[in-house]
């Protein structure tokens, strides 16, 4: 079993910054692809970011150049630094994994977080 829990969420104004962290337990494979999406109010949950086993990482391009997404292997915990944040980025981001390569579709991931709440202002 994987078990996921994220958290470092809150409420910031424009312009404001958070790192987000993700909590893995269980049996994690050791070639995994380890991501974030996030869902907006209405909306599908949304790709975001991804960091593979080699470390190799992929951003949507509506966050590219302002979030960072990391890893801490020897804790087995993800981390999503989010800089000069939009009022569009205000979603509940989720942590997820798969095995292998990174996709950036969310029915291809199994285990999920509960999520955490970032909230921008204007």
């Known amino acids: 079993q994987v078990q996921l829990m994220e958290s470092g969420g809150g409420s910031v104004q424009a312009g404001g910054s958070l790192r987000l962290s993700c909590a893995a337990s269980?049996?994690?494979?050791?070639?995994?692809?380890m991501a974030w999406f996030r869902q907006a109010p209405g909306k599908g949950r949304e790709w975001v970011a991804g960091?593979?086993?080699?470390?190799?990482?992929k951003y949507a391009d509506s966050v590219k150049g302002r979030f960072t997404i990391s890893k801490d292997n020897a804790k087995n915990t993800l981390y999503l630094q989010v800089n000069n944040l939009k009022p569009e980025d205000t979603a509940v981001y989720y942590c997820?994994?798969?095995?292998?390569?990174?996709?950036?579709?969310?029915?291809?991931?199994?285990?999920w977080g509960q999520g955490t709440q970032v909230t921008v202002s204007s």
């Open positions: 997820t994994l798969r095995s292998g390569f990174c996709l950036a579709t969310p029915v291809f991931y199994k285990n």
């Open positions: 960091i593979d086993s080699a470390g190799s990482t």
């Open positions: 269980g049996n994690i494979d050791s070639s995994v692809c």
